[in-house]
């Protein structure tokens, strides 16, 4: 089983980071990170935010695999669904669960519905990342539990946890237990351990960043000729470059 440990981050931090979209995020997350930002971070393959109205969700990755078509796993343990609840529970919220569906690309039966959303969020997880399918829609936004999936299904089918506390592979990316995840109608990042820490503050700066300079000066181009206009958005943007190369010694994009 994989592990990794969380930062401390408070819950006023959380809650920051949640008022940022995803995008925005991933504005800071480029400056800080030795990863490559282009190729690494966010989900590789198209996926569907179910909820777009509940806005931004933050939380640790708890993982967990299944394979719905295949009724063995009830067989081989039938105690799985009370040992996977456990290990849910023993973890610190928020938590995002990330589950991974070997049926992939079929779809044979959703782990989510009205029932297991109202579990996990009363073990203080707040949404979940799946590559497989959810059912009953409407309960799960009237419990408030976001849901990023590939699909809508009918039926469960054999759904079985069959092994959890693991690495997962959801749409192209990587995620280990413990990730801190950010996932809007965008998409998904995962936050490398070693970026948590930085992660806010990066992501409140280059905000701020492009309000007071490209978004500035596009805003009061009221009135300017079209030569005015282009002369301030240049200024505007050079200013930029220079402020995200003073703070994190790149110029950074916006």
């Known amino acids: 089983m994989e ?28 400056q800080i990170t030795k990863l490559d930002a282009g190729k690494d971070g966010f989900n590789r393959e198209e996926c569907r935010d179910f909820m777009p109205e509940l806005g931004p969700m933050v939380g ?21 669904w009370s040992e996977y609840r ?51 829609l409407d309960q799960m936004r009237n419990v408030g539990y976001k849901a990023i999936a590939r699909r809508l299904c009918v039926g ?22 413990g990730q801190l995840i950010h996932a809007d109608k965008h998409g998904f990042l995962v936050i490398p351990e070693e970026d948590q820490v930085s992660l806010l503050k ?19 181009a009221s009135g300017m000729s079209i030569d005015q206009t282009l002369r301030a958005i240049d200024t505007a943007c050079d200013k930029f470059a220079k402020n995200t190369e003073a703070r994190f010694g790149r110029k950074g994009q916006s």
């Open 3 to 30: 592990k990794t440990n969380k930062p401390p981050f408070s819950l006023p931090e959380l809650v920051e980071l949640k008022h940022c979209n995803t995008p925005t995020i991933y504005n800071g997350w480029e």
């Open 60 to 80: 640790y990755a708890v993982t967990v695999v299944i394979e719905p078509s295949n009724a063995e796993h009830r067989r081989r343990n039938a105690n799985a």
């Open 86 to 136: 456990r290990y849910v529970a023993s973890v610190p919220g928020p938590k995002i669960v990330v589950v991974q569906d070997l049926d992939k690309p079929r779809t044979f039966g959703s782990f989510w519905g009205e029932v297991n959303s109202n579990i996990h969020k009363a073990l203080a997880c707040v949404g979940t990342i799946t590559d497989g399918a959810i059912r009953d």
């Open 156 to 177: 469960h089918a054999y759904n079985h946890p069959v092994r959890w506390n693991c690495r997962v592979d959801v749409f192209g990316r990587s995620v280990k237990p």
């Open 202 to 220: 990066a992501a409140l700066f280059m905000d701020s960043n492009e309000q007071q300079t490209m978004i500035a000066a596009a805003r009061n």
